[in-house]
């Protein structure tokens, strides 16, 4: 078994819910953005990642797992 770490944390911006710019941007989308921001924040080479499972604070819609 390999040794599970938490390298870097990143997160999206905050946005008045239904009015904000984000309004019809799937969590998805944004998820993209903040994975790269944090391996490159991290200085991690992407290839090395197997997985991420990122959290939010708003409930189910707001959690994914990107494998």
Do not use: Q
Request: hydrophobic residues 50%; charged residues 25%.
């Amino acid at each position: 078994m390999r040794d599970a770490a938490i390298a870097s944390a990143a997160r999206t911006a905050i946005g008045k819910a239904c009015r904000g710019a984000f309004n019809d941007t799937e969590g998805r989308v944004l998820s993209v953005h903040v994975i790269d921001a944090a391996l490159d924040r991290a200085g991690i080479d992407p290839a090395r990642v197997d997985d991420v499972y990122p959290g939010g604070g708003i409930g189910a819609a707001g959690l994914f797992e990107v494998a």
